[in-house]
């Protein structure tokens, strides 16, 4: 448990300073942070939030309108901070409370917005509950709490039922209870440190909704919710009846995600959220079979946003972009939501590297493939997410054009997954390799102390400071989209997009005057010229009203 103030500051007025334009959050570009990864301000080799807090001026210049934190609390870590221990505290590797409460007035200040990860699903096995439900035994009323249940077989030897654990192996663990005997077994979705709250006990929906308060109190202008589809099981936790569940995922509705109960939960945090000024949101990590069902969570009474998971799985193809885009938008049209794109996160194989690959490995991937290819379907990719109606997130150097990093040792690999034989793949490491920052130093300017995880060679090149002010490099064009998104009328919030008649394999579409073209096949096509270009991710030419686009190439235009 970290050793800190045991209360917030005093309340954060500096969101007056936040502009409180109208329904920011409909046309929001919001930037994932994931903290130990991205600046190390005590050079012990771990990013920190002093870190991010020095780093807010460079995302204000990059364009963004908020700042995605991925955990900070108090927590053993044994899943990057996604298990617990205190949520009213911050874990002592990325600074105190009072480092919290200073970022969040500078970025106020610098007109940023900040939303922070909550972890509702489950907690950490050292959560003070978890603790005292083990230490007090059967039938302690703390075990209410979560979900623990005698095992089957003549001795209980055998889990509760037959439901596997996301990280692979059962997701039940058995006990030993304080007089050393086997006994009951407790209920864990990912790995056994991370056991899942009840949320039928009513002790659980009142300190959640408690924890929501301490943090708005602090002034976070919202929350990302981790496994929002999760939290609520089937009644009775029925047996799934089969294996090699993770392959239904995404398929169907399962009797521990994505359970119409949810929802009553989301409604009574909405009416928190609405008590307080400056439009603070919620937005979902929902992972469910259809973009309909995730449609479900942003309807006017719950949450704001979701994450389209069916969009980032979507391969480099006009065919299928054209379908994910239709679908995503007609879903959320009847909710009044909007659409949300995004092409990275923490969870999975950076899109630079899955472009560099051929379609059908799935969002974990092993392989290099074509750097060049991938980096330049990556830059198009980028321009027709930002592009489309709605709000867009953007990964922590993604920016930067980074790759994947597929080859790092087995032994300094640190993802859960990685460790337990079965389930996710596990090498969701190669996108969290702390970003580089300078040509040299040490860690490339991420701190003075090394890197978490070790960075490739050749990372210097690739940093904030060589692509600054280079004509065409992948951070100056992320820089010139963001403004020109910012300033251009037809962009940013909407529910609809014109498609026009292109050639096979090209995307194009208006909204108003502007006009986007995305070429997503490995030739060069004749396009309209459709007006002044504003931006693309290639070099294009145009003679008597004709532009040649090139190969895996986005262009913006407009007529105004």
Not at 4 to 32: G, N
Not at 332 to 352: F, I, K, Q, Y
Not at 482 to 497: E, K, Q
Not at 530 to 557: C, F, H, M, N, Q
Request: glycine fraction near 10%.
């Amino acid at each position: 448990m970290s050793q800190q103030p045991s209360a917030a500051p005093a309340p954060t007025s500096a969101v007056a300073t936040v502009s409180e334009r109208h329904d920011w959050w409909r046309d929001a570009v919001i930037y994932q942070v994931y903290p130990r990864s991205f600046a190390d301000s005590n050079g012990d080799g771990m990013g920190d939030l002093e870190g991010v807090r020095t780093r807010l001026p460079y995302l204000r210049d990059l364009g963004v309108d908020a700042v995605w934190l991925s955990p900070f609390y108090a927590s053993p870590q044994a899943d990057a901070g996604y298990d617990v221990a205190d949520y009213r505290a911050v874990d002592p590797m990325f600074g105190t409370l009072l480092d919290a409460d200073a970022l969040i007035r500078d970025a106020h200040a610098l007109g940023l917005r900040i939303i922070v990860d909550l972890v509702p699903n489950h907690s950490s096995d050292q959560y003070d509950w978890f603790k005292r439900a083990l230490a007090e035994g059967p039938g302690s009323p703390l075990r209410d709490r979560y979900h623990f249940r005698p095992g089957k077989g003549k001795n209980g030897e055998l889990p509760p039922n037959d439901w596997e654990s996301i990280f692979g192996g059962p997701a039940w663990t058995r006990v030993t209870e304080p007089d050393g005997t086997p006994g009951e077994w407790y209920l864990h979705l990912f790995a056994p440190e991370q056991p899942d709250f009840n949320w039928e006990h009513p002790a659980v929906g009142d300190e959640f909704r408690s924890i929501l308060r301490f943090w708005l109190d602090m002034g976070v202008d919202g929350f990302r919710i981790d496994v929002a589809h999760g939290m609520v099981k089937a009644e009775g936790l029925p047996d799934l009846g089969s294996h090699e569940q993770l392959k239904l995922l995404g398929n169907d509705v399962m009797p521990f995600f994505d359970q119409d109960g949810v929802h009553a939960i989301y409604r009574q945090w909405r009416r928190i959220l609405d008590e307080y000024s400056g439009e603070r949101i919620f937005v979902a990590e929902a992972w469910t079979p259809t973009v309909e069902r995730t449609a479900n969570y942003v309807r006017p009474d719950e949450l704001h946003q979701a994450f389209n998971f069916q969009y980032l799985g979507t391969h480099w193809d006009a065919e299928e972009l054209r379908t994910v885009i239709d679908r995503t938008l007609d879903a959320m049209r009847p909710v009044g939501a909007p659409a949300t794109w995004v092409l990275s996160n923490h969870d999975v194989t950076r899109h630079a590297t899955r472009f560099a690959n051929p379609a059908g490995l799935g969002t974990q991937i092993r392989l290099a493939g074509d750097r060049a290819l991938g980096l330049r379907r990556a830059r198009a990719a980028t321009l027709l997410m930002l592009a489309l109606p709605g709000s867009a997130y953007v990964y922590q150097g993604e920016e930067l054009g980074l790759p994947d990093v597929v080859d790092l040792p087995d032994e300094v690999r640190q993802d859960p997954a990685y460790f337990r034989g079965a389930g996710q793949d596990g090498f969701r490491d190669g996108c969290r390799v702390p970003i580089p920052w300078t040509r040299e130093g040490s860690s490339y300017g991420f701190g003075t102390g090394g890197s978490w995880l070790p960075q490739p060679a050749g990372w210097g090149e690739l940093s904030v400071e060589a692509q600054t002010g280079e004509p065409g490099s992948t951070l100056e064009l992320y820089r010139e989209a963001l403004a020109v998104r910012r300033s251009t009328a037809d962009l940013g919030a909407g529910d609809a997009v014109e498609w026009l008649r292109a050639p096979e394999g090209v995307v194009a579409f208006r909204r108003g005057d502007f006009v986007c073209v995305a070429n997503t096949t490995g030739e060069s096509v004749a396009m309209p010229a459709y007006g002044r270009v504003l931006l693309a991710s290639g070099e294009i030419t145009e003679t008597a009203g004709e532009a040649k686009v090139p190969a895996d190439t986005t262009v913006w235009w407009t007529r105004a």
